[in-house]
């Protein structure tokens, strides 16, 4: 509970050093209209039109970059350890071992997920995380978290070849593979930098300008790559 704290914390106080960075008044004059008995017919037909038109336009694009996603995630493949992995299924099934198959089956989702384009990038750009305390299977999972942030947790799962449902085998694997410090830095650098591919459309549409989208996200990985960096190597000292 302490530690969540301090994450909302962080934020906030993050909120207002942007603010005060980008000069941005925190008292501003608002002039709200006549407030007038609402017409529920006229509101229902006005947002349903408008969730029709965010759905089609957003919506588009979302399974546009879900198929992308799905097709870095799973290609390209390498052969010669699925056929390794297929050789080792066979001799387990014709020795009457079934059940032994589920890790295989895991397994090769690890590899594939290894040697598939997110999990290259994640392996070169390991030093460019390195001082954050993250190594390639994080680095690989914050790419991975760009399409959707629940992709974090799932993908860092096949990663340690985790058993579904079995939150216990993958809390000891983090336990033994990283530190409480590493914990918290990286709580805190996915809490202040790129938010998922769905918020970052919708600050296109409401903002109208890649050009300020793309400054928005450059700035936001910038800010939390520092903060966290500050955090993580004060925090070594100690």
Known sequence: AALLFLLYLIGILSAFLLLKIFNIPLEREVIYPQLKKPDLKRVFKKNLIKTKNFIKKLGSTLLLFSVLFWFLTNFPKNREKIDQLEQKKIELINSGLEKETENLYREKQKENLKDSFIGNLGKKKEKLFAPLGFD??????????????EMFLSHLNILFAAEENNPVFLQEKLTQSYSPLQAFCLMTFLLLSIPCVGTVFAIKKETGSWKTTVFQMLFLFTYAYLFTLIIYQIGRLF
């Open 136 to 149: 390639w299977k994080l680095t690989t999972c914050f790419f991975s978290s760009f399409a959707f942030k």
